[in-house]
């Protein structure tokens, strides 16, 4: 196999996941009951669109030329975004310990693994790679080691509030 079609199937690979990643966020839309956690998975929704115009345009460059140009990177720069602001992650928390969010518990675990998963092909592909692909796959775990990291935390805060709550008897 040559070097651009190993590329081409990197990302190809990264395409599927990112679009199965963003139907998982659709999906748990309609489980959610809370405004915060709505307006986060709106948020990741937006930027897992931005991943998947980043990588679409990398494999046309492939499919075009052989090489990648990367001129969607300068306008897919991203910032580490703060999904719920202050007040929206104490009103979340809250909203927790009031009623049983048990399915919010699993939609973020499994979100956090997505990410996570995503995250670390990505990390392994950049040290596979050299050039503008290895550039394109490093920008593409940081966004993703992003959104790792807000799962974790409120997988990891959920899962305590949990544990801790008074469950009766």
């Not at 959610?32 to 990398?58: D, N, Q």
Request: glycine share 8%; net charge negative; with cysteine.
């Amino acid at each position: 196999m040559s070097e651009n079609q190993g590329l081409i199937k990197i990302f190809e690979y990264a395409l599927n996941q990112e679009k199965t990643g963003m139907s998982f966020f659709q999906n748990s839309l309609e489980r959610m009951g809370m405004g915060s956690a709505m307006t986060a998975f709106k948020r990741l929704i937006e930027e897992e669109k931005r991943h998947i115009e980043f990588i679409s345009g990398i494999l046309e460059d492939l499919h075009r030329s052989g090489e990648i140009e990367l001129k969607i990177a300068q306008g897919a720069d991203l910032d580490p975004v703060d999904y719920f602001d202050d007040r929206a992650r104490s009103e979340f928390l809250q909203q927790c310990v009031e009623g049983s969010m048990i399915p919010d518990v699993t939609v973020f675990n499994t979100a956090w693994l997505i990410e996570k998963d995503l995250s670390e092909f990505y990390g392994r592909m950049a040290e596979k790679t050299d050039g503008k692909a290895k550039q394109a796959l490093q920008m593409l775990a940081e966004w993703e080691h992003e959104h790792e990291k807000f799962f974790r935390q409120y997988r990891d805060k959920l899962s305590e509030v949990y544990a801790n709550m008074p469950w009766g008897g």
